[in-house]
């Protein structure tokens, strides 16, 4: 112990300093015992790791893949994770157990299983997806990106209706063919008879989008002047590629012009003739001697003939001229509203060209108006809303309608529009109209040569065939192009109709139509948000939408983001509501373009 006063050092226990005799306090003594120290609590650390035993998973239509993702728990405290799928695949995905606990430098693993449906809701192709686990404790997160593939299946089935058609020169059928496959078939048809007496008509080949297509087959034939209606079969031949060919039997009765009566007639009017004529020779011997007709009596005035109710009618070589009735120019296009029944509707037009447009929008009007809250529930995610909607098979009067994919809701209503001119003008709006297409394992197009195209063109897009619903990406001078909305490339063909619409025209008239632009809220189903407004809306009028992303077509990481598809949910008196199918991207709005036809 050293001294306070002069420091010199002491025997431990000595009382007086040896040196200068200070008296050693008991102080100094707890200053040289030896402290002891408490060890700081370590501080809890969170950690995780993630691993996916594959990225690239195949399945076939109907049976199912599996994937197994394992989650490791590198701190130092207990985690709860939930595991979850994003991406277009995510809809044919499940994970068994989607929530696990996880103690400190331990794992456990889930199993992704994806179940593809063998019908066209599980379209071949490749499918991106993400598995993601979440911690609920820490706010920890981690996700490992992977592709489904499903596999191709072919299920076609051929029908004629009606099986038998009776008549003289022409009759017609039609070829009810459905692709129940998951993708779009190219199938080649012949057709002939046995006898070489008839002419069929119908298309070489014809692509098969899934559902239900309708072709029809004229069958001629040239029939006797007399005789008896003769039965003549033929047989329709659907070739489609890879698999056997469907034969289809039909039947055409084929009528002479006549028939068989003259035949028998005939001889019994000529042997009748004969006897008259007798008898009126004989008759004309005694009657020679008859007196003349009295004055008047089997006479007509001078110059005229008679006509059939024994009114002297015009003298012979005159002219009737018929008057003249202006004739009502024909309408290029017909629009209204409908509705869903059973997931599928039958449009009725008055006349409806092969190469006609149609444009679809839905409406979720009747659903809100019920009752029914608009959210999640009504729609589908990751890319395809199950209000996307398509044509699927049109005959010469009538049209149908499906989703494009998942199942719609009940009495989901919709706006359509059929134009069956390639221009013209709607409503005193000038427009063109045309087809176009995404090749598969693509994701945009330009569509060129459009004449009067340019940035402030409105542009409305339906999808006529394929999986994926379509955007307008780009505006430019005689050029626009289209993208999958989901900006994910096309499994099969996207195939669309498109309608460009210069918004500043106008005019007077009973029809009319407006163009222009708009933009969503933030992507939030169910919330207010700003209107749009326009004098010619009214609860029955048609509404067009088409999702228009030109605005960002200078930020690369949204060129190629995925797009949320608008509809109506609300319509009145010079005003709707327009959202979009669902909530993907909460902080962007999305802009549309637009179209009304009174």
Not at 44 to 62: I, N, Y
Not at 258 to 269: M, N
């Amino acid at each position: 112990m050293n001294c306070p006063s002069c420091g010199t050092a002491n025997p431990v226990g000595t009382q007086f300093c040896q040196n200068c005799g200070a008296y050693l306090t008991w102080e100094h003594e707890q200053e040289q015992q030896p402290q002891t120290f408490i060890r700081p609590q370590a501080q809890q650390q969170a950690g995780m790791r993630m691993e996916l035993d594959t990225a690239e998973v195949s399945a076939d239509p109907g049976g199912n893949a599996r994937a197994q993702v394992t989650v490791f728990n590198t701190g130092t405290r207990v985690e709860q994770f939930r595991v979850s799928i994003t991406g277009t695949a995510a809809r044919w995905a499940t994970v068994t157990p989607s929530e696990m606990t996880v103690y400190p430098g331990n794992s456990a693993a889930a199993t992704v299983t994806f179940a593809p449906p063998r019908s066209p809701a599980g379209p071949a192709g490749t499918w991106d997806f993400a598995v993601e686990a979440a911690s609920t404790v820490s706010g920890l997160h981690e996700a490992r990106p992977g592709r489904l593939t499903i596999g191709r299946f072919q299920a076609l089935s051929a029908a004629l209706v009606p099986p038998a058609t009776r008549g003289g020169e022409r009759t017609q059928h039609v070829l009810a063919l459905e692709n129940q496959g998951n993708a779009a078939e190219d199938v080649w048809l012949t057709a002939a008879d046995s006898e070489g007496e008839l002419r069929i008509g119908l298309p070489a080949q014809v692509r098969l989008r899934p559902g239900k297509t309708e072709v029809p087959v004229d069958v001629a034939a040239t029939p006797a002047t007399f005789g008896l209606p003769k039965r003549v079969t033929f047989q329709v031949v659907v070739t489609p590629g890879g698999e056997r060919p469907i034969t289809v039997d039909g039947t055409r009765v084929v009528v002479p012009r006549f028939g068989r009566w003259p035949l028998i007639v005939a001889p019994v009017a000529v042997a009748a003739l004969v006897a008259i004529a007798m008898v009126a020779l004989s008759r004309s011997g005694g009657d020679a001697a008859a007196p003349p007709a009295a004055a008047g009596q089997g006479e007509q005035s001078a110059g005229a003939t008679p006509s059939a109710k024994g009114k002297p009618s015009k003298k012979p070589g005159a002219k009737n001229t018929p008057k003249s009735t202006p004739k009502r120019p024909q309408p290029v296009y017909f629009s209204g509203k409908t509705a869903l029944r059973g997931g599928a509707a039958e449009v009725s037009v008055p006349s409806l060209p092969q190469d006609a447009h149609i444009f679809l929008t839905p409406d979720l009007t009747a659903i809100s108006g019920a009752g029914v809250q608009v959210a999640d529930g009504v729609h589908t995610g990751s890319g395809f809303p199950a209000a996307a909607l398509r044509v699927t098979a049109r005959a010469d009067a009538s049209f149908r309608v499906e989703p494009i994919s998942g199942t719609p809701p009940e009495d989901l209503r919709f706006s359509w529009l059929v134009v069956d001119k390639p221009s013209g003008s709607i409503g005193a709006l000038p427009f063109q109209a045309g087809t176009g297409r995404i090749p598969g394992g693509e994701k945009r197009v330009d569509v060129s040569g459009v004449q009067g195209v340019g940035p402030q063109s409105v542009i409305i897009l339906t999808v006529g065939g394929g999986s994926q619903d379509v955007r307008v990406d780009r505006k430019a001078d005689g050029v626009f192009t289209v993208a999958t909305a989901d900006g994910v490339p096309a499994a099969s063909d996207v195939e669309f109709d498109y309608l460009v619409v210069d918004p500043s025209g106008g005019g007077d008239g009973p029809d009319k139509a407006a163009a222009g632009f708009g933009e969503t809220t933030n992507g939030q189903v169910g919330v207010d948000g700003p209107r749009l407004e326009n004098g010619l809306i009214s609860a029955t009028a048609a509404v067009l939408l088409t999702t228009d992303s030109t605005a960002f077509q200078d930020d690369p990481g949204s060129a190629d983001a995925a797009f949320a598809g608008v509809c109506v949910v609300n319509q009145g008196s010079g005003f709707a509501t327009v959202e979009p199918f669902f909530v993907q991207r909460p902080n962007v709005k999305t802009p549309y373009d637009w179209l009304v036809v009174t």
